[in-house]
């Protein structure tokens, strides 16, 4: 088993603990691997709030539909 201690910027730090020894093909697969597991983290944490473009779409819909739209049309 293969265990080390990261230490991140600003964050303090992490445990990474291996099942098997740590090789070249391994730290690839865990490369490749961090950024999944780093975007569902991201996704999880976020979960309850909004999507910045959700909220843009919806104020732009409502405000194309409103009666009392600032943008004034002339013939």
Sequence with gaps: MTIRQ???????SALLTLTEPLTLDGIGQLESGWN????????ELGAGQ????ELEFE?????????????????
């Design 50 to 53: 909004p999507d910045p473009g």
């Design 6 to 12: 990261l230490a991140l910027p600003d964050c303090g």
């Design 36 to 43: 999944n597991l780093l975007f569902t983290l991201r996704r």
């Design 59 to 75: 104020s732009w819909t409502a405000n194309m539909h409103s009666t009392t739209s600032p943008r004034k049309f002339h013939d």
